[in-house]
């Protein structure tokens, strides 16, 4: 696979995220969505990442993000309200 490429950063990104290197897995989605990768589906993913590390502002930011592109994204508007539920406490 081609490091140049988006989907090699998208492939490792999810490895990164199974294996829970957290850190490791926002660089490669950041490089994926730079790369051109499906930008809507890497924000929500991103945005997982981010969720799962505990940064709700950022897992917000980019749940918007992948909605703004594809409204129909049903996982990313359920784990925005999700994020936003717990930002305010209420999970």
């Known amino acids: 696979m081609d ?4 989907a090699y950063h998208t492939t490792a990104g999810l490895a990164y995220y199974k294996l829970n290197n957290l850190d490791k897995a926002i ?19 991103l945005g997982n990442a981010f969720f799962k590390k505990g940064m709700l502002d950022e897992a ?4 918007k993000k992948a909605l703004a592109l ?3 994204l049903t996982g ?15 999970r």
């Open 60 to 63: 917000i930011e980019q749940y």
């Open 3 to 6: 490091p140049a490429k988006g």
């Open 70 to 72: 594809n409204p129909n």
């Open 27 to 45: 660089a490669a989605f950041k490089q994926a969505i730079a790369r051109g990768e499906n930008a809507a589906e890497m924000r929500s993913v």
């Open 76 to 90: 990313a508007r359920n784990n925005l309200r999700a994020a936003e539920e717990e930002k305010a406490g209420k």
